[in-house]
């Protein structure tokens, strides 16, 4: 069962918020840049790398191109529940992301033990390239986050994401074991994300401006890879006094 495929193609401008400054940006866009029909959604990751985290350590260097895959759904599924295979590239800074849908028993099979799906689409074959590529790409990272999508009245191409309670884990990585993990962000932190076609509208650049809201480079699987790793090395050093 393959289907819905999705391709985007657009810049993604990501900003780190306290809560003021969300409960600013909410108060001063009330009215233009609303909540999609969705309302809340917890959204859960899988992320995909080689044993010895070459695609999550390629990107933190800031390359000029760099991939990920992951395996998304909403909520928790059930084994037949639907989930989505993402490969996302960005390269000179725009996004393009390739998306696929499956159940979730037959995305397992396809990525966990190479058992061929029962279509074969364009994002499938490129999946089928940087599987080949990588070889002995496995689960590396499960990471989920409560979201609520916006987007522009006016311009409704220009969508604006707020993610809070972004947790990880790199155990249990299935996305069947619910949704619990370590925290990633400060209490009241929100992590924004405005997504163009384009160029940010003048008033839209105008009113981050104001607010002292400013661009920062983050990536979740980043930052939780380097949590990781700043425990085992704690651990290691543990070891070492005893």
């Known amino acids: 069962m393959g289907s819905n495929q999705m391709t985007f193609e657009r810049y993604e401008k990501k900003y780190l918020l306290d809560e003021i400054q969300y409960k600013e940006f909410i108060k001063r866009t009330g009215g233009r840049i609303v909540p999609d029909e969705y309302g809340t959604t917890t959204i859960c990751n899988i992320y995909f790398d080689t044993p010895d985290a070459r695609l999550i350590r390629a990107s933190l260097e800031k390359p000029v191109y760099k991939e990920k895959l992951r395996l998304r759904s909403y909520g928790t599924p059930g084994k037949d529940g639907p989930v989505f295979l993402e490969l996302k590239k960005k390269y000179k800074g725009i996004v393009y992301k390739?998306?696929?849908s499956m159940v979730l028993s037959e995305a397992e099979g396809y990525l966990l033990r190479h058992e061929a799906p029962g279509v074969e689409t364009q994002v499938l074959r490129e999946i089928d390239w940087f599987l080949k590529y990588y070889r002995d790409i496995r689960p590396a990272m499960y990471i989920a986050y409560d979201r609520i999508a916006a987007y522009d009245t006016q311009k409704p191409e220009l969508r604006v994401t707020f993610d809070w309670n972004i947790r990880f884990r790199n155990q249990e990585l299935d996305l069947k074991k619910g949704t619990w993990g370590q925290q990633i962000l400060e209490e009241g932190q929100q992590l924004?994300?405005?997504?163009i076609p384009g160029a940010m509208p003048v008033w839209l650049c105008e009113l981050l401006d104001q607010l002292c809201i400013y661009p920062v480079s983050f990536s979740k699987?980043?930052?939780?890879?380097r949590m990781q790793?700043?425990?085992e090395r704690k651990d290691e050093g543990g070891k070492y006094c005893a």
């Open 98 to 100: 390739r998306r696929d």
């Open 221 to 225: 699987y980043g930052k939780a890879y």
């Open 192 to 195: 924004m994300e405005i997504k």
């Open 229 to 231: 790793q700043a425990e």
